[in-house]
């Protein structure tokens, strides 16, 4: 049997997603958790000119990052590799509410759906919590003050799982909504359901220069709770001027030497109280009215970002070892297309009962809603989804709805 090896830290959601991976396989890994340890961070540097995680080895191989890992489930190679039996192409197993999606909307959706008794199963897709996971501490999700994400996440996965939730850890990779029961593929099985819950969230949007694919886990990163580590005592610099980058470049004063905030305006959108703890704060230097324009590197990673002052249009170079992008997101919706409706940007339109253009398909959380984008709110839309699922089935099923 090949020998898997993977390199984490704590906090890293992409870590959890390829452990997901391999474990749903059933095949064994030994792990590497770097965090707080910077002899093994700087071999694995060393070793692979990469400064993210996770980064997974087979049998010494340096195979890549979870992207990577995915692409091998889906070209097949891993089962090869390891041997790993195909599955019959069994009739697809049917389910009452397939809930897509582990951030807040789909486990309150699975919360609601399971005290209603409906069996569901919820699909994780590939970073269990979502967003939520490469968030590093909530204040502002009623009950919790300062805990970490991570803790949020493992309690509400628990508490709809004692409900009777099924967990799958695995990507939904098509979907058909032509007729009922509809139906869902993933890597693994295929199943059908009378109705779905669409909860897959949003996913960082990226700058699109020069520099930014070709640097990718060599310096720049879209989550500093998985990476930050990797630049201690580093200048870094974070894009972005919302309560993303502001949470993130906060989370980087950790380990960072010191952090310029990029912004293309000369105030930040973030909130308040995010903004106060941040206009002040000792390691962190502005860059107002600027954008990036390139990031450029060498072998060994970023060396410096071309930047463009969108006022004077004056441009200059700036030295730094880490890029962090945090400008916004973009709904995940790409396997609904054609499927039920979208708007302009994407994102799934629904009414106020979270219904969707497809009787009995619905939609929550950030895939749905690109005002509030709240933990708290997702989670709220979650609730609903999952009544208005109850609802539907019992409608199909010619049965009363309880409490009509
Ligand atoms: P966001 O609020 O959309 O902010 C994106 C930031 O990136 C904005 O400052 C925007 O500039 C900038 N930007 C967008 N495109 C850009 C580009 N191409 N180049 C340079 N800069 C660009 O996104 P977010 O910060 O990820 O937050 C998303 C939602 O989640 C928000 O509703 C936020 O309140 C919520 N959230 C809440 C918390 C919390 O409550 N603790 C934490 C994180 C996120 P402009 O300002 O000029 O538009």
């Not at 080895?57 to 190679?77: N, P, R, T, Y």
């Not at 039996?85 to 309150?108: L, M, Q, T, Y």
């Not at 501490?137 to 300062?146: H, V």
């Not at 200059?316 to 890029?323: A, M, R």
Request: hydrophobic share 35%; aromatic share 8%.
């Amino acid at each position: 049997m090949a020998q898997v090896k993977i390199y984490t830290t704590d906090f890293c959601p992409y870590c959890i997603k390829a452990k997901n991976i391999l474990s749903s396989k059933e095949i064994e890994y030994e792990e590497v958790n770097i965090h707080g340890e910077a002899k093994l961070r700087d071999e694995l540097e060393q070793l692979t000119g990469r400064r993210d995680v996770p980064q997974i080895f087979i049998d010494g191989k340096h195979i890549g990052d979870d992207d990577a890992l995915e692409e091998l489930v889906a070209s097949g190679e891993l089962d090869k590799i390891f041997g790993v039996e195909e599955k019959n192409d069994h009739a697809p197993e049917s389910r009452n509410v397939i809930i897509i999606g582990s951030g807040p909307a789909g486990f309150s959706a699975a919360l609601y759906a399971a005290r209603a008794s409906l069996k569901p199963l919820l699909i994780t897709g590939g970073e269990i919590g979502g967003q939520l996971s490469t968030t590093a501490d909530i204040e502002n999700y009623p009950g919790f003050n300062g805990e970490s994400s991570a803790e949020l996440i493992q309690i509400m996965q628990a508490q709809a799982e004692h409900f009777g939730t099924e967990i799958l850890f695995d990507t939904v990779t098509e979907v058909t909504f032509s007729q009922q029961p509809y139906r869902i593929k993933t890597y693994e099985p295929e199943f059908s359901a009378k109705s779905v819950i669409i909860c897959t969230g949003a996913s960082h949007r990226k700058l699109n220069v020069p520099g930014e694919s070709e640097f990718a886990g060599r310096g720049v990163s879209y989550c500093s709770t998985c990476d930050g580590f990797f630049f201690q005592n580093r200048s870094v610099v974070v894009v972005g001027g919302g309560d993303t980058a502001v949470e993130e470049t906060l989370f980087l004063t950790r380990f960072a030497s010191e952090i310029y905030l990029v912004h293309r305006r000369d105030r930040l959108r973030a909130s308040s109280i995010l903004q106060e703890r941040i206009l002040n704060h000792e390691k962190v230097k502005f860059i107002w009215n600027s954008v990036v324009e390139e990031i450029q590197g060498n072998e060994k990673g970023v060396t410096a970002v071309r930047l463009k002052n969108v006022k004077t249009n004056e441009e200059t170079l700036h030295p730094t070892e880490g890029v962090f992008i945090f400008i916004g997101h973009i709904p995940n919706t790409e396997i609904f297309k054609g499927q039920i409706e979208l708007n302009e940007q994407g994102y799934i339109i629904t009414d106020k009962r979270q219904h969707t253009s497809v009787p009995g398909v619905f939609a929550a959380g950030d895939v749905q809603d690109h005002i509030f984008r709240q933990a708290i709110t997702s989670a709220g839309t979650g609730a609903a989804a999952a009544i208005e699922a109850e609802k539907y089935i019992a409608e199909i099923e010619h049965r009363a709805y309880p409490g009509r």
